[in-house]
């Protein structure tokens, strides 16, 4: 009896990992923010390599596409005002774990890669916004003038001429390449430890109560672009286009500092009124032909997070009586095991 429940792995089994993957990005977030945890990224980006590992494992190559469409229309439906960086971020991570399980066989290998290469793409995407936007609104040789003046400080405390804006990046990486390789060292074990655990308590499955209701998708009014919003539309297109390109440089003030001042107001207003709003309408439109596509599979999906959400609390509670380090690892094994197996 015990093997067979170890051995047959759940049909629902993908259904319900994507339903975990599609929870975090579109709860959690909220949650972890709410409780002013540090490194939030780190901590949403690793459940979601969990499940696409899970999926590559459990499923086929193709599930991991698939599931990708789903959380990211299940992102859009119930976090709508979520940042295109974020969309960028996970679709990363599924497309690296599209491409790395390509074999069950090197499941180990690929989960160290698609773990490590999906944590370093956070803090990378961070360092590139504030790469781009401060030498954009500063001019290309601020990070030389902070260089320079941090040089100087740590050469004030005998520290040598170190560079600490690198070495800051470099710590920050560094956090995340190392919790890469714990996180897929840990994540390639799942498997194996699941399956023993499954063995070994048979009374493993978490008893849910009926369905609480459907969790169904308000359906927004499209707008209408008034005259005023392309007025100001195309202003800031215009102001933004002459202080690059100086197509009337009698527009652009002398002083410096003044400059400076225009440049972080027009990038922030040409982001927040135009680039902003042409990424999202774009990706709209493919989110609805595809919500058309996955109609269905997203309905049900949307319904079955009120028991995702149980399944999480209730592992965690069972989990309890273990301590300290010891806690999380119980909690993954259980967790995995209501998901993967009836």
């Given at each position: 009896m015990k093997e067979s429940i170890a051995n047959d792995v759940s049909p629902a089994a993908i259904y319900r990992i994507t339903a975990l993957w599609a929870?975090?990005?579109?709860?959690?977030?909220?949650?972890?923010?709410?409780?002013?945890?540090?490194?939030?990224?780190?901590?949403?980006?690793?459940?979601?390599?969990?499940?696409?590992?899970?999926?590559?494992y459990y499923g086929k190559r193709s599930d991991i596409l698939k599931a990708l469409v789903l959380v990211m229309l299940v992102k859009a439906a119930l976090s709508p005002h979520s940042p295109p960086q974020a969309y960028v971020a996970?679709?990363?991570?599924?497309?690296?774990?599209?491409?790395?399980?390509?074999?069950?066989?090197?499941?180990?290998?690929?989960?160290?890669?698609?773990?490590?290469?999906?944590?370093?793409?956070?803090?990378?995407?961070?360092?590139?916004?504030?790469?781009?936007?401060?030498?954009?609104?500063?001019?290309?040789?601020?990070?030389?003038?902070?260089?320079?003046?941090?040089?100087?400080?740590?050469?004030?405390?005998?520290?040598?001429?170190?560079?600490?804006?690198?070495?800051?990046?470099?710590?920050?990486?560094?956090?995340?390449?190392?919790?890469?390789?714990?996180?897929?060292?840990f994540v390639a074990r799942v498997p194996n430890s699941v399956k023993k655990y499954a063995e070994e308590n048979p009374d493993f499955k978490i008893n849910l109560d009926e369905s609480e209701g459907e969790l169904e998708v308000q359906k927004k009014k499209k707008k209408k672009l008034k005259p005023a919003k392309i007025f100001i539309a195309v202003l800031i297109i215009f102001l933004f286009l002459n202080y690059l390109f100086e197509i009337f440089p009698q527009f652009i003030p002398k002083d410096e500092s003044l400059q400076i001042l225009l440049r972080a107001v027009l990038l922030v207003l040409f982001w927040l009124f135009i680039f902003s709003p042409l990424i999202k309408l774009i990706f709209s439109k493919w989110l609805s032909k595809a919500k058309n596509k996955y109609s269905v599979q997203l309905r049900d999906l949307i319904n079955f997070l009120p028991q995702t959400r149980k399944i999480l609390t209730l592992s965690y509670k069972k989990t309890k009586q273990e301590h300290g380090k010891l806690r999380i690892p119980a909690f993954v094994k259980l967790l995995t095991a209501n998901l993967i197996y009836d």
């Open positions: 929870f975090s990005e579109a709860f959690l977030g909220g949650i972890l923010h709410a409780l002013s945890i540090p490194f939030k990224g780190l901590m949403l980006c690793s459940i979601s390599v969990f499940c696409i590992c899970l999926i590559g996970v679709a990363f991570q599924g497309l690296t774990g599209y491409l790395f399980f390509f074999s069950k066989n090197f499941f180990k290998t690929s989960s160290v890669f698609v773990c490590v290469l999906s944590l370093i793409e956070t803090p990378l995407q961070k360092i590139v916004n504030v790469l781009i936007f401060s030498t954009f609104v500063f001019g290309p040789k601020f990070w030389s003038a902070v260089n320079d003046t941090l040089k100087k400080f740590s050469s004030e405390l005998g520290m040598g001429v170190l560079n600490l804006l690198y070495l800051a990046a470099g710590i920050y990486l560094g956090i995340h390449l190392l919790a890469g390789i714990v996180l897929g060292i």
